[in-house]
T-cell receptor
Framework: AQTVTQSQPEMSVQEAETVTLSCTYD???????LFWYKQPPSRQMILVIR??????QNATENRFSVNFQKAAKSFSLKISDSQLGDAAMYFC?????????????FGPGTSLSVIP | ETGVTQTPRHLVMGMTNKKSLKCEQH?????MYWYKQSAKKPLELMFV???????ENNSVPSRFSPECPNSSHLFLHLHTLQPEDSALYLC??????????????FGPGTRLLVL
């Protein structure tokens, strides 16, 4: 069975600095999707960034980028120029690319604080 | 905010009550999910429906009963719950073409307290 691990329950970063959140996963499959979701306090969970395993190029979305290491089964999120609005729980998630497979597996989350 | 709505937003119920949670998505997606989010625990998948058919039941107790009458609506019927069932219940939907269709869109959740 696939698993997702986030080894940092809590992280903090100074405003305008850069922070990296770690995620590792375990799977025997070669084709899958990886996600980072953000859940601000009392607000809806939203997608931050998505990576297709068949793509070697790391995904980027403005200040957010990932370091996808397929062989190491590692998928870290880098947040550059951190802003107060980045404070949230961040969840790493995995989904098999098999079309008949609906389950999405989430990690336990990392709580990110941004210090003014 | 994201095209997925949930009602009610807050619910307090006794252990002998029957209540239902409702989720509606306006995104044209074909898959809908129920998750349980408890403090200090990972997000727990409960049920998945795809084109109105249940495709995942993650060993959820029978006091939780899902219903998916169409691809836009998902219900979670609650009956004789326990205090440990108190949590945030999140609904999500997924669908569409290509890799963008892999993204889940979440509702705001229903905060449930069982007394």
């Amino acid at each position: 069975a696939q698993t997702v691990t986030q080894s940092q329950p809590e992280m903090s970063v100074q405003e305008a600095e850069t922070v990296t959140l770690s995620c590792t996963y375990d799977t025997s499959e070669s084709d899958y999707y990886l996600f980072w979701y953000k859940q601000p306090p009392s607000r809806q969970m939203i997608l931050v960034i998505r990576q297709e395993a068949y793509k070697q190029q790391n995904a980027t979305e403005n200040r957010f980028s990932v370091n996808f290491q397929k062989a190491a089964k590692s998928f870290s999120l880098k947040i550059s120029d951190s802003q107060l609005g980045d404070a949230a729980m961040y969840f790493c998630a995995y989904r098999s690319a098999q079309t008949s497979y609906d389950k999405v597996i989430f990690g336990p989350g990392t709580s990110l604080s941004v210090i003014p | 905010e994201t095209g997925v709505t949930q009602t009610p937003r807050h619910l307090v119920m006794g252990m002998t009550n029957k209540k239902s949670l409702k989720c509606e998505q306006h995104l044209g997606h074909n898959a809908m999910y129920w998750y349980k989010q408890s403090a200090k625990k990972p997000l727990e998948l409960m049920f998945v429906y795809n084109f109105k058919e249940q495709t995942e039941n993650n060993s959820v107790p029978s006091r939780f009963s899902p219903e998916c009458p169409n691809s836009s609506h998902l219900f979670l019927h609650l009956h004789t719950l326990q205090p440990e069932d108190s949590a945030l219940y999140l609904c999500a939907s997924r669908g569409g073409a290509g890799s963008a269709g892999e993204t889940q869109y979440f509702g705001p959740g229903t905060r449930l307290l069982v007394l």
